[in-house]
């Protein structure tokens, strides 16, 4: 297969450009020269903008300053430039490692495709102005409310594993393991070594935050680090990011930074603070001796209770065997017996006096119902006289109450005190009464 070169184009005329990039086609592109313009032009509307960062190389040639800028935490680096009548003040005042803040414009230079920034002024950025911004920044996080005492978390009594943010190889790692593990020789620790000063420490500290906050095993987490310049403690440990890290963190966290004249703000908005590394030991973990004797006290205190509570048991115990009713326990059941015999008598007695009275009732009931039976007359000589009837039953007959109700020859029958017997009238005699 045969190569071929692909046949020249002639340049487009001006009139036959497209008038925006959105026109631009392979077969009406942009020549680069007409694209470095429009750049250049598009370039050269952005307005003066202030930036921060570090200023990492300087050099004044021929009056002209030549620098390079680099982010405060990323890998970013713009080159600038700043002119004769700007660099002239420039000289004396900043230096290579200083943080400054530049009003700088954006500048493409068409020949080389090159952007710079074009310094119209920049100083550095001092101490004061950043603890300026610092207790700005505390004012406003307070403000949110992320330094509440409600928000605190309590630490835990005996952490499973201890969470260790400090720098590499540093001292203030040495004395928290050595102070711990003199407290508590058992004690466990998730260690995560990072910068902890420099541009790059609020970020790598905030990346380890929050590796071990979702560690399972980690029950508290210590941000530490040793003593040092101001610049080098406050200003690393009062990072935004960092602040609300911490505040956002599931897992208590214990600043222990060792400065004692300024606070950071990881002191705020920590759940616990530590005056310094060693410090912090004390506040994660119980001292074993002192626990051990504690232990052993209150075993003592235990036994010793015990022993006590034994003893008077054991003398209430006897004071109860001394009684009577558990010297003689028989004494209960023949009072009672001899109480339920006199029972029975007095019930026997009454039950006897009741019969006797019952049987007296009864006699004179039935001596007056005798008294007033029929019979009773009878036995005294009466009689009763009843009239017959021919064919008719004893309940046809009718009681003779008066002589009228006869007729000589009519048949009678009369009852007597023992038994019965018919008879005849022969002659009704009426009594008169007056």
Same mark, same amino acid.
């Given at each position: 297969?045969?190569?071929?070169?692909?046949?020249?184009?002639?340049?487009?005329?001006?009139?036959?450009?497209?008038?925006?990039?959105?026109?631009?086609?392979?077969?009406?592109?942009?020549?680069?020269?007409?694209?470095?313009?429009?750049?250049?032009?598009?370039?050269?509307?952005?307005?003066?903008?202030?930036?921060?960062?570090?200023?990492?190389?300087?050099?004044?040639?021929?009056? +002209?300053?030549?620098?390079?800028?680099?982010?405060?935490?990323?890998?970013?680096? &713009?080159?600038?430039?700043?002119?004769?009548?700007?660099?002239?003040?420039?000289?004396?005042?900043? $230096?290579?490692?200083?943080?400054?803040?530049?009003?700088?414009?954006?500048?493409?230079?068409?020949?080389?495709?090159?952007?710079?920034?074009?310094?119209?002024?920049?100083?550095?950025?001092?101490?004061?102005?950043?603890?300026?911004?610092?207790?700005?920044?505390?004012?406003?996080?307070?403000?949110?409310?992320?330094?509440?005492?409600?928000?605190?978390?309590?630490?835990?009594?005996?952490?499973?594993?201890?969470?260790? %943010?400090?720098?590499?190889?540093?001292? *203030?790692?040495?004395?928290?393991?050595?102070?711990?593990?003199?407290?508590?020789?058992?004690?466990? &620790?998730? %260690?995560?070594?990072?910068?902890?000063?420099?541009?790059?420490? /609020?970020?790598?500290?905030?990346?380890?935050?929050?590796?071990?906050?979702?560690? /399972?095993?980690?029950?508290?987490?210590?941000?530490?680090?040793?003593?040092?310049? =101001?610049?080098?403690?406050?200003?690393?440990?009062?990072?935004?990011?960092?602040?609300?890290?911490?505040?956002?963190?599931?897992? /208590?966290?214990?600043? *222990? %930074?060792?400065?004692?004249?300024? !606070?950071?703000?990881?002191?705020?908005?920590?759940?616990?603070?530590?005056?310094?590394?060693?410090?912090?030991?004390? =506040?994660?973990?119980?001292?074993?001796?002192?626990?051990?004797?504690?232990?052993?006290?209150?075993?003592?205190?235990?036994?010793?209770?015990?022993?006590?509570?034994?003893?008077?048991?054991?003398?209430?115990?006897?004071? %109860?065997?001394? !009684?009577?009713?558990?010297?003689?326990?028989?004494?209960?059941?023949?009072?009672?017996?001899?109480?339920?015999?006199?029972?029975?008598?007095?019930?026997?007695?009454?039950?006897?006096?009741?019969?006797?009275?019952?049987?007296?009732?009864?006699?004179?009931?039935?001596?007056?119902?005798?008294?007033?039976?029929?019979?009773?007359?009878?036995?005294?000589?009466?009689?009763?006289?009843?009239? +017959?009837?021919?064919?008719?039953? $004893?309940?046809?007959?009718?009681?003779?109450?008066?002589?009228?109700?006869?007729?000589?020859?009519?048949?009678?029958?009369?009852?007597?005190?023992?038994?019965? &017997?018919?008879?005849?009238?022969?002659?009704?005699?009426?009594?008169?009464?007056?």
């Amino acid at each position: 297969m045969n190569y071929q070169e692909p046949a020249s184009k002639e340049p487009l005329p001006l009139s036959a450009i497209p008038a925006s990039a959105q026109e631009t086609s392979p077969e009406t592109p942009w020549p680069l020269s007409h694209f470095s313009g429009k750049l250049r032009a598009h370039i050269d509307r952005v307005t003066p903008t202030w930036v921060e960062g570090q200023l990492v190389e300087f050099n004044l040639r021929n009056g +002209t300053a030549w620098m390079t800028l680099r982010d405060l935490e990323q890998e970013v680096s &713009f080159s600038a430039v700043a002119w004769r009548n700007v660099a002239g003040g420039l000289a004396g005042t900043v $230096t290579p490692g200083a943080r400054v803040v530049a009003l700088v414009k954006p500048n493409l230079y068409e020949k080389s495709g090159r952007l710079s920034l074009v310094t119209q002024q920049m100083q550095p950025v001092g101490l004061g102005d950043l603890l300026a911004r610092v207790e700005q920044l505390k004012h406003q996080l307070a403000s949110e409310g992320l330094f509440d005492a409600a928000r605190k978390k309590p630490l835990p009594v005996l952490p499973a594993r201890i969470g260790l %943010i400090t720098g590499r190889d540093s001292d *203030a790692k040495k004395d928290i393991l050595r102070n711990v593990h003199t407290r508590w020789a058992a004690a466990q &620790f998730e %260690i995560r070594e990072v910068a902890t000063q420099g541009p790059t420490a /609020p970020a790598e500290v905030a990346a380890a935050l929050v590796e071990l906050d979702a560690h /399972p095993e980690v029950d508290v987490i210590v941000i530490a680090r040793g003593g040092g310049a =101001l610049e080098e403690v406050v200003l690393p440990f009062s990072d935004e990011r960092l602040i609300r890290a911490v505040s956002h963190a599931q897992t /208590p966290v214990v600043s *222990a %930074i060792g400065h004692e004249a300024d !606070r950071p703000l990881l002191d705020e908005v920590a759940d616990v603070r530590a005056s310094t590394p060693t410090g912090s030991a004390k =506040l994660l973990v119980p001292d074993e001796a002192l626990e051990r004797s504690g232990l052993t006290e209150a075993r003592s205190r235990m036994s010793s209770g015990v022993q006590r509570m034994i003893s008077r048991e054991y003398e209430a115990l006897a004071a %109860i065997r001394t !009684r009577p009713a558990l010297q003689r326990p028989e004494t209960m059941i023949s009072t009672r017996a001899e109480e339920l015999t006199g029972l029975r008598r007095r019930a026997l007695v009454s039950a006897e006096a009741a019969v006797g009275r019952a049987a007296d009732w009864v006699s004179h009931t039935r001596a007056r119902v005798t008294g007033l039976s029929p019979q009773s007359t009878l036995d005294r000589g009466y009689a009763v006289v009843q009239t +017959t009837s021919t064919g008719s039953d $004893t309940n046809g007959r009718t009681i003779v109450r008066d002589a009228s109700q006869l007729t000589p020859g009519a048949g009678v029958r009369v009852m007597v005190a023992s038994g019965e &017997f018919d008879a005849d009238v022969t002659e009704v005699y009426e009594e008169k009464r007056a």
